[in-house]
Nanobody, 126 residues
Framework: QVQLVESGGGSVQAGGSLRLSCAAS????????MTWFRQAPGKEREGVAG????????YYADSVKGRFTISEDTAKDTLHLQMDSLQPEDTAMYYC???????????????????WGQGTQVTVSS
């Protein structure tokens, strides 16, 4: 079992930055994959950025490449998402998720993840 707790959401203007954090209840380096998802009202949940914690491989959605950076702090068992150049279309509830298996090309498949945080809201105004 893994408990995940997100923090760091908030409201910013377009072009601003936020840093999300996801604190895990056990060593993240032995978790298969950890991924940030987001869900805007009326839309499906989508993968934003993921990482295979053991191997260090990272994955990004095309819409956030070059703007978002996922990173791990293994000393604190925390996953981060640095979000720069935020745009109104980035507005959503952001969720941290984890799975015990290797994700690879399926890193953004929602049903692959069996552990989820409660979410943190990100709102970007124009």
């Amino acid at each position: 079992q893994v408990q995940l707790v997100e923090s760091g959401g908030g409201s910013v203007q377009a072009g601003g930055s936020l840093r999300l954090s996801c604190a895990a209840s056990r060593y993240i380096y032995i978790i298969g994959c950890m991924t940030w998802f987001r869900q805007a009202p009326g839309k499906e949940r989508e993968g934003v950025a993921g990482t295979y914690t053991t191997g260090g491989t990272t994955y990004y959605a095309d819409s956030v490449k070059g703007r978002f950076t996922i990173s791990e702090d293994t000393a604190k068992d925390t996953l981060h998402l640095q979000m720069d150049s935020l745009q109104p279309e980035d507005t959503a509830m952001y969720y941290c998720a984890a799975t015990d298996v290797f994700c690879g090309v399926n890193w953004d498949l929602v049903r692959l993840y069996n552990y989820w945080g409660q979410g943190t809201q990100v709102t970007v105004s124009s």
